[in-house]
Nanobody, 117 residues
């Protein structure tokens, strides 16, 4: 079993920054990617950023140039640095870990990010 623990969410003013962390633990044998989704109230869960292990990173258009995803290999932790935050970035942010076998994707419990003055 795999567990993902997110941290770093909170309340921030527009233009501010936050860094989210996602620590993976448990029976981790082969990881294809880790990344972040977000879900605002009344909306679907949307992809934010993906880090493909041994490969590239991808970002959704609405965060390009503002958010950055990175990884600490030694601690199986992925980070999401969020700069120039906007009120529309307010959402619950979910970390995921992609593996090549069922269940294919594990999810964290989510961390709330609120951008408001």
């Amino acid at each position: 079993q795999v567990q993902l623990e997110e941290s770093g969410g909170g309340l921030v003013r527009p233009g501010g920054s936050l860094r989210l962390s996602c620590a993976a633990s448990g029976s981790i044998f082969s990881v294809l990617a880790m990344g972040w989704y977000r879900q605002a109230p009344g909306k679907e869960r949307d992809p934010v950023a993906t880090l493909i292990f041994g490969g590239s990173t991808t970002y959704s258009d609405f965060v390009k140039g503002r958010f950055s995803i990175s990884r600490d290999n030694a601690q199986n932790t992925v980070y999401l640095q969020m700069n120039s935050l906007k009120p529309e970035d307010t959402a619950v942010y979910y970390c995921y870990l992609q593996v090549p076998t069922r269940p294919y994707r594990y999810w964290g419990q989510g961390t709330q990010v609120t951008v408001s003055s």
